[in-house]
T-cell receptor
Framework: AQKVTQAQTEISVVEKEDVTLDCVYE???????LFWYKQPPSGELVFLIR??????QNEISGRYSWNFQKSTSSFNFTITASQVVDSAVYFC?????????????FGTGTKLQVIP | DAGVIQSPRHEVTEMGQEVTLRCKPI?????LFWYRQTMMRGLELLIY????????DSGMPEDRFSAKMPNASFSTLKIQPSEPRDSAVYFC????????FGPGTRLTVL
């Protein structure tokens, strides 16, 4: 069985602060993928990143960075110098190979509010 | 590519009516997913197709829900008869290397 836990339901930060969104996952698969999605108030789901379970290198994309640690089954997401436009719900997801096909499990999401 | 296309974007109907949601995946993607999002239950996977074949429909809530994918460029999710508790945003997503979501259909059943 797969499980994704985003323990932080809501986070509020003041603009320009750094913020880290936590994601902990469970899977029995040896090969899997981890994702982050952003859902702004407009409602669409925007793909941010996909990480292969064999690639533990951290990734940086502008103000976004991701820390993947297999030892702790975590895939945390950090926004540096947060901006009001970062206000959204962020979902972490896991895609494993269950029974020969990919099954995607989403966390419950973390609502981030960036206060100007 | 225009991304994943869903129609209609909004649907308001009365209880008991049939509702059909439509999805056009990204060309070349082999997998298609239907999700439902509500405040109470978050994002739920309803059904997953691979190469137009339904692989996992364990998330389909009950027999009132059915989904088809007659070809690689089109899928439908049908609810018959609809009930107020079906009110939600329904997302279609297609997957190649990444999973991309459509804009969603906001369904309100009165």
């Amino acid at each position: 069985a797969q499980k994704v836990t985003q323990a932080q339901t809501e986070i509020s930060v003041v603009e320009k602060e750094d913020v880290t969104l936590d994601c902990v996952y469970e899977t029995r698969d040896t090969t899997y993928y981890l994702f982050w999605y952003k859902q702004p108030p407009s409602g669409e789901l925007v793909f941010l990143i996909r990480r292969n379970s064999f690639d533990e290198q951290n990734e940086i994309s502008g103000r976004y960075s991701w820390n993947f640690q297999k030892s702790t089954s975590s895939f945390n997401f950090t926004i540096t110098a947060s901006q009001v436009v970062d206000s959204a719900v962020y979902f972490c997801a896991l895609s494993g190979n269950s029974g020969g096909y990919q099954k995607v499990t989403f966390g419950t999401g973390t609502k981030l509010q960036v206060i100007p | 590519d225009a991304g994943v296309i869903q129609s209609p974007r909004h649907e308001v109907t009365e209880m008991g009516q049939e509702v059909t949601l439509r999805c056009k995946p990204i060309s070349g993607h082999n997998s298609l997913f239907w999700y439902r999002q509500t405040m109470m239950r978050g994002l739920e996977l309803l059904i997953y197709f691979n190469n137009n074949v339904p692989i996992d429909d364990s998330g389909m809530p009950e027999d009132r829900f059915s989904a088809k994918m007659p070809n690689a460029s089109f899928s439908t999710l049908k609810i018959q008869p609809s009930e107020p508790r079906d009110s939600a945003v329904y997302f279609c997503a297609s997957q190649g290397e990444e999973q991309f979501f459509g804009p969603g259909t906001r369904l309100t059943v009165l």
